[in-house]
């Protein structure tokens, strides 16, 4: 069935929750201290999807929230709260409603042809990962947290402690606090940044670390899936070099999200408005897979010729992903020249226009997200 990945994995090694390297430097600066993080893994990997999600902003000063809320970026979401305690509520609520409204692709079970308990078996369906799009709920996933230190109810600290278990990212805001806390709260895994309220640049820190934080909880949210995935068909999700492809295009074109896509393989990029734009990805393998099903289906030699020299890379959409003979000498509008994306191997990609049936579904644009919730 398209759209499914299904193998063995052994239960002694489990799923690989691979931790990532984690380097920090304190830069002390105007009598405080900035972390400069660098994920040696993480800034290089795709996550398995991406898209727009909720910053959560909690300071018991309205005024300071509305001030700086009022100098962010129109495409970057938010919800404040000048009570730590509502704010909990709320946070606990959404992750709550996000577990019900989210398909999860990973199903394990005993595998029915050994009678050992050490087997699993692993279906993925990855069709519900690109058609999340037709879900308005992703847009509200509270994914980033920025937390004042000082605040009467509770502190930063006392606040992210009391969410620990929650998924989502954190920066603290700090004013007049000893540096050493903000650092211990780093250490002890509480936060993900932390950045003082009076340095200058102090929005520019906060808008680059919000921005960093959503694309590493992706990261993190994903990993095991990926870990799953880049073990088979999907390798090119841990090379560095469809990564850096991956941000170029989206930067490029103005994309705002994206999805894997299972057949053929790609990457599925949508922009503000819903339109839908996918990246094909091919092996020289999957040439030649291409080119062997082709010839056997009597192919014309030009199209023959074009997949052994890569010259041309083939989306059959209207029959599955393979030529067959009922596209006859129509081949060529399903083809396109590739680019090569020079990484652990090279990959050989081109943009196509995905048709809106392959969605089952109207997609929920961030545009039209935006503009029910009055931000347009």
Request: charged residues 20%; aromatic residues 14%; contains cysteine.
């Amino acid at each position: 069935m398209a759209g499914f990945v299904k193998f063995r994995t052994m239960a002694q090694q489990g799923v690989s929750n691979r931790q990532f390297l984690l380097n920090y430097t304190l830069v002390y600066k105007s009598g405080w201290v900035q972390l400069r993080i660098q994920y040696s893994q993480m800034d290089k990997q795709l996550a398995v999807y991406q898209h727009p999600v909720l910053t959560v902003l909690i300071d018991d000063s309205q005024s300071f929230l509305e001030s700086l809320t009022f100098q962010f970026d129109s495409l970057l979401t938010h919800k404040v709260f000048s009570n730590p305690l509502e704010a909990i509520s709320f946070l606990r609520l959404a992750y709550q409603d996000a577990a019900i409204h989210y398909n999860e692709p990973i199903h394990v079970g005993y595998d029915e042809h050994t009678d050992s308990l050490e087997h699993r078996l692993a279906s993925i369906n990855l069709d519900p990962i690109y058609r999340t799009v037709t879900n308005k709920k992703r847009f509200e996933i509270p994914a980033v947290l920025v937390v004042d230190f000082s605040m009467p109810q509770m502190n930063g600290m006392e606040f992210c402690e009391a969410i620990r278990e929650l998924p989502c990212k954190k920066i603290l805001l700090t004013g007049n606090v000893d540096d050493g806390i903000a650092v211990e709260a780093f250490n002890r895994k509480l936060i993900d940044r932390f950045i003082s309220k009076g340095d200058p640049k102090a929005i520019e820190f906060l808008e680059t670390g919000i921005l960093e934080l959503q694309r590493e909880f992706f990261l993190t949210k994903t990993n095991t899936l990926k870990d799953l995935l880049s073990r088979h068909t999907y390798i090119f999700l841990t090379d560095p070099a469809v990564a850096a492809l991956a941000r170029e295009l989206s930067a490029r074109y103005k994309f705002v999200e994206y999805y894997l896509f299972p057949n053929p393989d790609g990457i599925l990029f949508f922009d503000v408005d819903g339109n839908a734009t996918l990246m094909v990805l091919a092996t020289q393998q999957n040439f030649l897979t291409q080119f062997e099903v082709a010839q056997d289906q009597g192919a014309p030699l030009e199209l023959l010729a074009a997949l052994q020299e890569f010259r041309l890379l083939p989306f059959f959409f209207v029959t599955g992903g393979m030529y067959l003979r009922e596209i006859g000498d129509d081949w060529l509008q399903y083809c396109l020249p590739p680019q090569i994306c020079r990484g652990r191997q090279d990959y050989y990609w081109a943009l196509f226009e995905l048709p809106s049936h392959m969605l089952q579904g109207p997609v929920y644009s961030f545009e039209k997200y935006l503009h029910d919730q009055g931000l347009d």
